[in-house]
């Protein structure tokens, strides 16, 4: 091929998304995460820091500075509060953050291109709701149902049934994830069948082929 596979992998809240990043990773895909990438754009200092600040105000920084750092970091769990559940102030961040999160990940994208990376997988949650995976060559969708969302979200995420079920609304449905897929991989039952998913899936990737589009049921 004369350049990398570039394929998204999205999932709803609490589906094993970051899961299976993992796995692509140890498989040998070069994956960039797009929740790493908004974690280094909002550091202390970083453009995007201040601009939340001046939006939201000093109530979602955390209480003190990390050891050796000047400026504390933003507190993630009280933004998020802020947020979900709330369209508007939703919105503002994602104004705020979009673009430096879009910048960062094409930089770091374009790296891999140039250190031959042969598929790239780009994982991020609002990869349909913001149209992305239209610009790449597949979209990986990782699919439970819904309730099975707000129970994984409630028992390992450490969310109530409120704040999942917020979450969950805040996202593309379920149908739309899968009317947008090329490949669905279903994690609903055991890591096991999960993984033998991903593997008949990754040679196809590390062949350089691409399977047909799953079908949306």
Known sequence: MNRPLVVGLTGGIASGKSTIGRHLR??????????????????????????????FGPSVLMEQAEQGGEEPALDRKQLAARVFGDDSARRLLNQITHPAIAAESARRMQLA?????TVIVYEAALIVENNIYQGLDGLIVVDIPEELQVSRAVSRGGLSETEARARIKSQATRAARRAAATWIIDNQQSPEAS?????????ELAAGRLLPRHPPT
């Open 113 to 117: 291109m140039q250190s031959g990376a």
């Open 26 to 55: 140890e498989l040998g895909a070069t994956v960039i995460d797009a929740d790493e990438v908004a974690r280094d754009v909002v550091k202390p200092g970083q453009p995007a820091y201040r601009q939340i600040v001046a939006a």
């Open 195 to 203: 993984r033998r998913q991903l593997l008949e899936l990754w040679r």
